[in-house]
């Protein structure tokens, strides 16, 4: 559907332009084949959607640019750049976008409905192994979209969406940009996930680090610290508690507030996970190293 021989934003303008006034949204609502259930969320200058898909009897979330945006020519820019970025990551650990196109003066991006974020996830009571399984599936996407020079901006708990089978993807991809070479940018992303640097306008592969480090710090140890981190760390007690020394200092080298001292990469970052075969000091789970998905784990005892 989109090529680098079709312009998707001289397309975006085209369709926008010609587009009809657009269909109200609300609740039973028809956009195509979709029908609208429920609304989810509301952020930035998007409202997701919980939607039926009549022709493939499967639930899907629909994310909709508001209307009164797409007269922008910063706003079509912006997505473009969101949909040519997700259409090109193929990776188990990342969101796939279904389908994006104008649809009765809407601008709709489809994507597979999830069961719950990892920040809903995250008020309730997770197992250790589990959590240690999220994040290696977190460290994985985020290295696949740095192999293919995608830098994230707004890793946060909101982004990534849990499925069956301890199934987690990373999504949003509405900050993203190609890092081609370092250059001041505005100051996107969420504050308390945001690396230093990043909120100075200079965002790079490693506050990407920063922030998936920050979550995987939130995921294991219930707390998120502010910066400047002072020790003794937030939750770092409970962070430790039945993890693996070199896991934990995984987790506090990709979280260090001096960029230079992190991963350089989350390739580097899972370059060094994968050096660690027991996360749990235990050793009651190890990394299957499955070629398939190498960020998994195995929860049978070792002998």
Request: hydrophobic fraction near 40%; avoid cysteine; aromatic fraction near 8%.
């Amino acid at each position: 559907m989109f090529t680098n021989r079709s312009p998707v934003a001289v397309s975006l303008r085209i369709y926008s332009e010609e587009a009809d006034a657009p269909k109200q949204l609300r609740v039973g609502a028809r956009l195509d084949k979709y029908r609208i259930a429920s609304r989810l969320g509301e952020g930035g200058f998007a409202t997701v959607y919980s939607a039926y898909d009549t022709i493939e009897d499967r639930r899907v979330a629909l994310k909709i640019p508001d209307s009164r945006h797409l007269a922008n020519s910063q706003t079509i820019d912006d997505l473009q750049r969101e949909v040519r970025i997700m259409a090109k990551l193929d990776h188990p650990g990342i969101l796939k976008l279904k389908d994006a196109r104008f649809i009765d003066g809407h601008f709709v991006m489809v994507f597979p409905m999830g069961d719950e974020t990892l920040a809903d996830r995250l008020t309730r009571r997770i197992a250790r192994a589990t959590a240690v399984d999220y994040a290696l599936q977190m460290i994985d996407a985020v290295a696949f979209a740095h192999q293919q020079r995608v830098l994230h901006r707004d890793i946060k708990p909101e982004n990534f969406i849990l499925f069956p089978k301890q199934t987690i993807q990373l999504t949003d991809f509405g900050l993203a940009r190609i890092q081609t070479s370092a250059h001041p940018v505005s100051a996107s992303g969420t504050l308390g996930f945001m690396a230093p640097e990043q909120a100075m306008g200079h965002p790079g592969f490693r506050s990407d680090v920063f922030s998936l480090g920050l979550v995987i710090y939130r995921l294991l140890s219930g707390e998120l610290p502010d910066y400047p981190f002072e020790a003794p760390l937030p939750g770092y007690q409970k962070l430790r508690k039945g993890l693996s020394s070199d896991f934990v200092a995984m987790i506090r080298k990709a979280i260090d507030p001096v960029p230079n001292r992190r991963f350089r990469d989350a390739i580097a970052m899972q370059n060094a996970v994968s050096r660690i075969r027991y996360p749990l000091s235990d050793r009651s789970v190890m990394q299957l190293g499955r070629s398939d998905n190498p960020s998994r784990i195995s929860q049978r005892r070792a002998a």
